[in-house]
C-alpha cells in the first residue's frame, strides 16, 4: 500500500538512467503512475521502446550508453527542450557479474567503473544546468557492496564505493542551489538481473534469505517507493544521504546463534 497519492508528481519530469529494465523501470513506472513525464534510457534501442510502452502516460525511451558523455547530455538536452527543467534524475544503469579478482581483467574491473561510477559522473554533470532550481531530486542507485566488501564483486563494491562518495560530494556542491542529492541502496531485490546473477540458483537465493531480517528479498515496487519519497517534499531536507531499502541485509546474517 503506497503512502503517496495519485497526482502527487503532475507536471514533473523524469528521467531515468538505465530505467530500461529491473529495478530503474519500477522506479520509472512509480513515477509516471504518480503523474511524472518520464524518460528512461538504455543501450539497446528496442528494449528502450518497449519499456516507455510498457510504462505508458506518454513517456518516453532513449538510447545511450552512460559510458559516453556527450551521447548521455544529447539525451537530457532533447528532454529539457521539449519539457523544461528535469524534477527529477535518477542514475541506475550498473553492469555487474561475479569474478575473483584473479579471474577479472583490467578491462572487466574497468568496464563496471565505468558504467556505474563515471556513468553515474556523466549523468549528474550532463543534467547540472538543465534541472529545476531550487527544487531538484537527484538519485544514484547505489548497493550495500559499497560499504561492506564482497568476494568477487571487487568492481562493483570500488564502482558503488566511488558512486556514495560522489553523492556526498555533489550534495555539497549543488545544495546551495537547492539541488538534492541522495543514494538509494537496494537489498536483494527478487526478479532482477541483478539477482540472476549473485544468486543464480534457488538454494543460494534461500540462503540469502534466511539470514535477512526480514526474511525475505525485496520488491521492485519497494524500491520504487523509497525514490519517490526521496523526491517529494517529505524529504526536502534530506541530502547528501544513503537511504538503505534493503530489509537490514547490510546488518549481517540474522539468524540466531551462540
Ligand atoms: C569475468 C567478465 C565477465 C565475467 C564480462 N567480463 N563478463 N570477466 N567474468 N562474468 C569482462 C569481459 O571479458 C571484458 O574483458 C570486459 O568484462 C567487458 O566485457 P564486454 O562484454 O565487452 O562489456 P559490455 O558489452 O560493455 O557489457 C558490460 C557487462 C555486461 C557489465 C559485461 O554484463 C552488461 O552489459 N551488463 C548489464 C546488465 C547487468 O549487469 N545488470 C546487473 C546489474 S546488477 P576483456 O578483458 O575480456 O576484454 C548490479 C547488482 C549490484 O549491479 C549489487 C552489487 C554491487
Ligand atoms: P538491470 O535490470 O540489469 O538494469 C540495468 C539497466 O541499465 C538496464 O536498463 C540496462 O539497459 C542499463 N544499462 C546497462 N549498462 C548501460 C550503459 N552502459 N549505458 C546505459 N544503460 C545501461 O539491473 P537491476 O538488477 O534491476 O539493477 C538496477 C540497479 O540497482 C543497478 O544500479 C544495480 O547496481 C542496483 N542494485 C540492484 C540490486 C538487485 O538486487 N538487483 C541490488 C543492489 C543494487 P541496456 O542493457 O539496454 O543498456
Known sequence: MSAFR??????????????????????????????????VAGRNPEKA???????????????????DYEAVRGVLERIHSARGPLDVVVSGAAGNFLAPVAGLSSNGFRTVVDIDLNGTFNVFKGCYDLVRKPGASLIAITAGQAVNPMPFQAHACAAKAGVNQL????????????????????????????????????????????????????????????????????????????????????LGDSRPRL
Open 167 to 250: 553523492v556526498r560530494v555533489l550534495a555539497m556542491e549543488w545544495g546551495p542551489e537547492g539541488i538534492r542529492v541522495n543514494g538509494l541502496s537496494p537489498g536483494p531485490i527478487a526478479g532482477t538481473e541483478g539477482m540472476a546473477r549473485l544468486a543464480p540458483t534457488r538454494e543460494i537465493a534461500d540462503a540469502l534469505a534466511s539470514r535477512i531480517p526480514l526474511r525475505r528479498f525485496g520488491e521492485i515496487s519497494e524500491v520504487a517507493e523509497s525514490a519517490v519519497f526521496l523526491s517529494t517534499s517529505s524529504a526536502a531536507y534530506i541530502t547528501g544521504t544513503i537511504l538503505d531499502c534493503e530489509g537490514g541485509s547490510q
Open 49 to 67: 521502446r518497449a519499456a516507455a510502452e510498457s510504462i505508458g502516460r506518454g513517456a518516453e525511451g532513449f538510447s545511450c550508453d552512460v559510458r
Open 6 to 39: 495519485d497526482g502527487l508528481f503532475d507536471g514533473r519530469t523524469v528521467f531515468v538512467a538505465g530505467g530500461t529494465s529491473g529495478i530503474n523501470l519500477g522506479i520509472a513506472r512509480r513515477f509516471a503512475e504518480l503523474g511524472a513525464y518520464v524518460a
